[in-house]
């Protein structure tokens, strides 16, 4: 080896970032929701999914017009239950049973953030499992981390997906969770463990987040703080699934993700077009199994 010359051992060029893209996953998973919901409708039952929301959060605006949108494409009835921001926890309890007690909707989901003091372990108990699509209901979380079949919740469900489908293996790998929502770090923790990975999960009291980060396989951005994961918490090579949908002041979409983490990571979600359009399919699919079955 020469003193200085480029290229010497272990400087091999690097390995071109790989895009793991959701949109072509969401075409096909609709593709199938909407042969079945045809089927449904002919036997006169219209899948119909009712989205709550008590909120003025962008992202959650983001996501309700993707549902909204995706289930016409698919055939679905989506109502929206707009209760405001300023919904009383009562009022949205009520709506929750009211739903749950109505036999032409087959899906509720009940959008974070919720108004101040309201929590959705909480709230989530007033929908029926069996229309509990985004598995909020304490039942639904519990059977998932038993093992005994229930609705994930749909953002996890969609970054096991994702890795499914561009064939990452999970099997005795590290996978590290950050965030600990119960919408999406909890739950994929579960569904990681599910598939052999060896889980961490971290969050905001987490000392040296970027230490642990670094010796991921896998890494999970699930925190919903923009640009919080740098080229320093990510290990050359890792995969890096981006679950973060960020508004930002001109309004458009940003992970959790800096992009120049992508200068070391192997494989990385875009945003938009990652995990969110995985989302939305599976929460149509989701509602259609739900009819299925009621
Ligand atoms: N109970 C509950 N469950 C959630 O899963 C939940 C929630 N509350 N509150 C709000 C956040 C936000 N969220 C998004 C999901 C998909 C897109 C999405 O589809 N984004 C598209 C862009 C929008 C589009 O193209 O229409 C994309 O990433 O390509 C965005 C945001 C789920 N959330």
């Known amino acids: 080896m020469t003193a200085g010359s480029p290229g010497a051992a272990g400087n091999a060029a690097p390995a071109r970032l790989r895009e793991l893209r959701g949109r072509e996953l969401a075409a096909a998973l609709r593709t199938d929701t909407a042969d079945r919901a045809a089927e449904l409708a002919a036997r006169g039952t219209a899948p119909h ?17 993707s ?16 209760l405001g921001p300023g919904a009383a926890e009562s009022g949205i309890r009520a709506r929750l049973r009211t739903l749950s007690a109505d036999p032409t909707v087959h899906g509720i989901i009940l959008q974070t953030p919720l108004p101040a003091g309201a929590r959705l372990e909480d709230l989530a108990s007033a929908i029926d499992p069996v229309k509990d699509v985004d598995g909020a209901n304490p039942l639904s979380l519990g059977r998932l981390a038993a093992g005994l079949p229930a609705f994930a919740p749909a953002t996890a469900e969609a970054v096991v997906a994702l890795l499914d489908h ?26 990681l463990l599910d598939r052999d990975a060896t889980v961490t999960v971290c969050h905001s009291r987490t000392t040296d987040l970027a230490a642990l980060t670094r010796t991921a396989d896998v890494l999970i951005a699930a925190v919903g703080r923009p640009r919080l994961i740098t080229a320093d918490h990510v290990g050359e090579g890792a995969v890096v699934i981006d679950v973060g949908t960020n508004v930002t002041e001109d309004g458009s979409l940003v992970g959790d993700v800096d992009p120049a983490a992508g200068a070391r990571a192997g494989a990385l979600t875009p945003v938009p077009g990652g995990v969110g359009p995985v989302t939305t399919a599976l929460l149509l699919q989701h509602t259609v199994r739900a009819a299925l079955t009621l």
Request: charged letters at 20%; hydrophobic letters at 45%; glycine letters at 6%.
């Open 49 to 65: 999914l009712a989205v709550v929301t008590a909120t003025a959060d962008e992202s959650s605006a983001w996501y309700v017009r």
């Open 67 to 82: 549902i909204a949108r995706s289930a016409e494409k698919a055939g679905l009835e989506c109502t929206v239950v707009d």
């Open 166 to 191: 561009h064939k990452i293996p999970l099997a005795g790998r590290h996978a590290v969770v950050v965030g600990r929502s119960t919408v999406v770090g909890k739950p994929a923790a579960h569904l």
